[in-house]
T-cell receptor, first 112, second 117 residues
Framework: GEDVEQSLFLSVREGDSSVINCTYT??????LYWYKQEPGAGLQLLTY?????DMKQDQRLTVLLNKKDKHLSLRIADTQTGDSAIYFC????????????FGTGTRLLVSP | NAGVTQTPKFRILKIGQSMTLQCTQD?????MYWYRQDPGMGLKLIYY???????DKGEVPNGYNVSRSTTEDFPLRLELAAPSQTSVYFC????????????????FGPGTRLTVL
């Protein structure tokens, strides 16, 4: 099947680190993505990682990829209240057409 | 650039009514997509288009139709609305549909919240 799995909810305090996890399905996916959805808005690409990389760092964001376990994580350092949103991981399975398959989304709540 | 715009923002329909959700992008993207987002679920692809005049079904196309007469516009039509179509609908576009990566970043509209009673 093509189910990308994420935990539904994460609550952290401002200043802590947040780690959002994702298990994807297709080991041949070339790119894996993290999208952010703020309340009442559409999704916005946050970062992506190419499948031949183990880690990618982009300011406060760190993406870790474990291809063997098909596990992707997003770490947000020094989490701020503005980081409160729903975070979706997504993959493009090797099915011929570039179709993004999204996870169920993780709602991150950052409290002061 | 306005990016991807969608109208209306909200709509309530009665069962059996029809409506068209509008989507326009001004980035000259050739790929466009319609998704629906149900509570606690990820986005599901309804239809997509790889260019003007070309459309194809996604995962959940039943009850919907699309057309793509221009590069900019990709309307989604609901012919006989049903309560199961209550959802938030997102339109997206991307430059190309290759193997992935930054060129394939999908840009999303703000969504249309549809309720069918």
């Amino acid at each position: 099947g093509e189910d990308v799995e994420q935990s539904l909810f994460l609550s952290v305090r401002e200043g802590d680190s947040s780690v959002i996890n994702c298990t994807y399905t297709d080991s041949s996916s070339t790119y894996l993505y993290w999208y952010k959805q703020e309340p009442g808005a559409g999704l916005q690409l946050l970062t992506y990682i190419f499948s031949n990389m183990d880690m990618k760092q982009d300011q406060r964001l760190t993406v870790l990829l474990n291809k063997k376990d098909k596990h992707l994580s997003l770490r947000i350092a020094d989490t701020q209240t503005g980081d409160s949103a729903i975070y979706f991981c997504a993959e493009i399975p090797n099915t011929g057409f570039q179709k993004l398959v999204f996870g169920t989304g993780t709602r991150l709540l950052v409290s002061p | 650039n306005a990016g991807v715009t969608q109208t209306p923002k909200f709509r309530i329909l009665k069962i059996g009514q029809s409506m068209t959700l509008q989507c326009t992008q001004d980035m000259n993207h050739n790929y466009m997509y319609w998704y629906r987002q149900d509570p606690g679920m990820g986005l599901k692809l309804i239809y997509y288009s790889v260019g003007a005049g070309i459309t194809d079904k996604g995962e959940v196309p039943n009850g919907y139709n699309v057309s793509r007469s221009t590069t900019e516009d990709f309307p989604l039509r609901l012919e006989l609305a049903a309560p199961s179509q209550t959802s938030v609908y997102f339109c997206a576009s991307s430059y190309s549909g290759g193997s992935g990566g930054p060129l394939n970043e999908q840009f999303f509209g703000p969504g249309t919240r549809l309720t069918v009673l």
